[in-house]
């Protein structure tokens, strides 16, 4: 759990050497968005709002994955749930196919910050690389490092959208915190720190290790 911009993505990313299965909603949704279904279109009108996407739309995409899940695999969630009614169907979810949630993450991060971070991100329409004009811009200024395209802001990281999100955030899902320490699940890290940092203090807080290949 996070704020936008808070890095639930890239810390999720950091930790596939525990060889669990990567599942970011946001993926979910401009997969979506790209194939231009018609959830992808409601969820296209919503993002550009910097509104959260309905429950019955997230939840429908949400629950195809799991419920069509073939490996026993663990799996790390990005960004679901992010509302109570999300939380409380994942927990029905959990107990019907008796399986257990290990811990929450939360990931705080202040609101002057969240704007800094996405105002300055930039996209690659073609490879979805992700570049951010201060901490990691591309070598040529508004071009892809790879392809070449031209690199696009998201509509959802405008200032304005991403006060709109934040708000969003610290009224419907910042609250789940109090459901997960209710269960004993939560800890909270300042996603402030560097990447690599953050990531070495969630292996020593959860004494994990990496799965051998």
Same mark, same amino acid.
């Given at each position: 759990?996070?704020?936008?911009?808070?890095?639930?993505?890239?810390?999720?990313?950091?930790? @596939?050497?525990?060889?669990?299965?990567?599942?970011?909603?946001?993926?979910?949704?401009? @997969? /979506?968005?790209?194939?231009?279904?018609?959830?992808?279109?409601?969820?296209?009108?919503?993002?550009?709002?910097?509104?959260?996407?309905?429950?019955? =739309?997230?939840?429908?995409?949400?629950?195809?994955?799991?419920?069509?899940?073939?490996?026993?695999?663990?799996?790390?969630?990005?960004?679901?749930?992010?509302?109570?009614?999300?939380?409380?169907?994942?927990?029905?979810?959990?107990?019907?196919?008796? $399986?257990?949630? !290990?811990?929450?993450?939360? =990931? $705080?991060?202040?609101?002057?910050?969240?704007?800094?971070?996405?105002?300055?991100?930039?996209?690659?329409?073609?490879?979805? !690389?992700?570049?951010?004009?201060?901490?990691?811009?591309?070598?040529? $200024?508004?071009?892809?490092? +790879?392809?070449?395209?031209?690199?696009?802001? @998201?509509?959802?990281?405008? /200032? /304005?959208?991403?006060?709109?999100?934040?708000?969003?955030?610290?009224? =419907?899902?910042?609250?789940?915190?109090?459901?997960?320490?209710?269960?004993?699940?939560? +800890?909270?890290?300042?996603? /402030?720190?560097?990447?690599?940092?953050? !990531?070495?203090?969630?292996?020593?807080?959860?004494? =994990?290790?990496?799965?051998?290949?």
């Amino acid at each position: 759990m996070g704020s936008p911009g808070a890095g639930k993505g890239t810390l999720a990313a950091n930790l @596939r050497t525990l060889n669990a299965e990567h599942v970011s909603s946001g993926d979910l949704f401009r @997969r /979506e968005m790209k194939r231009n279904t018609p959830v992808g279109i409601a969820i296209r009108k919503t993002m550009k709002r910097g509104e959260l996407v309905p429950d019955h =739309l997230t939840l429908g995409l949400m629950r195809k994955w799991f419920w069509g899940r073939k490996s026993a695999r663990g799996f790390i969630l990005d960004g679901f749930p992010r509302t109570r009614i999300q939380a409380v169907c994942f927990d029905e979810w959990m107990e019907t196919r008796g $399986e257990v949630l !290990t811990a929450c993450v939360l =990931l $705080e991060l202040s609101e002057s910050e969240t704007v800094k971070r996405l105002s300055q991100r930039r996209i690659c329409p073609k490879d979805g !690389t992700v570049y951010h004009l201060a901490h990691n811009p591309p070598r040529c $200024e508004g071009r892809c490092d +790879s392809c070449g395209s031209t690199l696009v802001q @998201r509509e959802d990281d405008i /200032e /304005e959208v991403i006060r709109r999100r934040y708000a969003i955030y610290e009224r =419907l899902t910042r609250p789940l915190a109090d459901h997960y320490a209710n269960l004993g699940l939560l +800890s909270v890290f300042s996603a /402030e720190i560097p990447q690599e940092e953050l !990531t070495a203090r969630i292996f020593e807080t959860f004494n =994990l290790a990496p799965v051998p290949r």
